[in-house]
């Protein structure tokens, strides 16, 4: 690649996500590097690691973004990129040894916790849930006095979709002293908000869906590691499984994160004049984003972020006339221009009602609703948001 990992070190994030990735320069060269469609290699003889070999080990329209990710997260060895981000979390999750105990935030993304909760109930390994902002909770159960020190340490953080943050640094660190390995879900913050590997975890997962790719039009998941042999057995996991993006959706993904650095300074900057207007709102019961002062998870977010993320959620307060779920459902179906729609990190504003999906767990409110800010005018998504509120009472 045109762009070596030290000299990206030596640049800003913004220009990373323009500038890595791209075809060695020559004359006559493309600016972007090609799709790649075939399913195997011209070869002869022994396969060795270095070797491409069949389209299920590597394809060349894979490294660019591979490399860009690592990049943008300051990991020494290249990222994998994945079908999608459930996959990735499958691939993550078999660096368990059998029956190995696994701590996971009680709040995370719902697919992680179904795959764990699966993987559990067949006595695949041992599944601890928890508070992730309570660090000596964590610290608890990953080195119990009366049980198995645990062998993973799950991180999200903001989680999905409370947005509790997590100490990261005291939690890596705790979980490195009870010998387990630590995973951490960057999704939400992107590396240009949140580095996980510069805090101290070993694997960073990435639903590359989301604001890395950033247009809804792509399914991939992504892993990133300093590690050798982690990353050689995620490497081999990937292979076995078959878990392989294909060319065309990898080739969306990296045209996608050209513009990230963008969507994340327009997105977040909403982000932060919705969240001051709608705490104020009588029809919101509560609210949620790392960005206000008062939020709970505000200062360790500013100790350990740049920026708050794109995500807030709001609780819409019920009267005597509906329950908060069912004003919450109806604000969501009142909106114009926002999109009722799961998903996130788009450039359009998603919004839904999280407790419609049956596997949320049932201590996530059910009047919650989460909102992905995207890039529109933030006073356009005001006055959506305004009037479907202000539908409540006529």
Not at 76 to 92: F, I, K, N, T
Not at 283 to 293: A, D, N, Y
Not at 324 to 341: K, S
Request: some cysteine.
């Amino acid at each position: 690649m045109s762009l070596s990992r030290e000299h990206a070190a030596d640049l800003s994030p913004e220009t990373v996500v323009v500038a890595a990735g791209r075809p060695e320069r020559g004359h006559d060269q493309p600016v972007n590097p090609p799709i790649v469609l075939s399913s195997t290699y011209f070869g002869t003889g022994a396969l060795s690691d270095a070797d491409r070999g069949y389209g299920r080990y590597a394809n060349p329209t894979w490294d660019p973004f591979e490399e860009a990710l690592a990049q943008l997260e300051g990991a020494e060895l290249p990222g994998l990129l994945y079908a999608s981000g459930l996959a990735a979390v499958s691939s993550a999750l078999s660096l368990l040894p059998a029956g190995g105990v696994l701590v996971m935030p009680s709040h995370s993304y719902a697919g992680s916790l179904v795959m764990a909760s699966e993987l559990a109930a067949k006595g695949v390994l041992e599944l601890r849930t928890v508070d992730i902002a309570d660090t000596e909770a964590v610290k608890a159960q990953l080195a119990p006095a009366d049980g198995k020190p645990a062998n993973m340490l799950w991180i999200e953080s903001p989680t999905n979709p409370m947005l509790g943050i997590a100490d990261v640094r005291a939690l890596t660190a705790a979980a490195h002293d009870a010998g387990a390995i630590v995973v951490t879900d960057n999704t939400f913050s992107t590396p240009l908000v949140q580095q996980p590997l510069e805090l101290g975890s070993d694997v960073v997962l990435h639903s590359v869906t989301k604001y890395l790719a950033g247009h809804s039009d792509v399914v991939l998941g992504a892993l990133v590691t300093s590690n050798p042999e982690l990353r050689s057995e995620l490497l081999h996991h990937r292979i076995i499984h078959g878990a392989i993006a294909g060319p065309f959706e990898a080739w969306l993904a990296l045209r996608g994160l050209r513009t990230l650095a963008l969507r994340i300074e327009r997105s977040q900057a909403s982000a932060m004049t919705l969240a001051e207007r709608l705490r104020a709102h009588p029809r919101v019961e509560s609210i949620r984003f790392p960005g206000l002062p008062d939020d709970p998870g505000h200062e360790r977010a500013k100790s350990q972020m740049k920026g708050f993320g794109s995500i807030l959620c709001i609780q819409v307060a019920g009267d005597g006339n509906r329950s908060g779920a069912e004003a919450a459902d109806e604000v969501v179906r009142a909106l114009q221009l926002w999109i009722p729609a799961t998903s996130l990190g788009g450039v359009e504003s998603l919004i839904e009602r999280r407790r419609r999906h049956t596997a949320e767990p049932l201590s996530v409110p059910d009047n919650l609703v989460r909102m992905s800010i995207g890039i529109e005018n933030v006073e356009d998504l005001w006055s959506d948001l305004e009037q479907a509120l202000k539908a409540l009472d006529s």
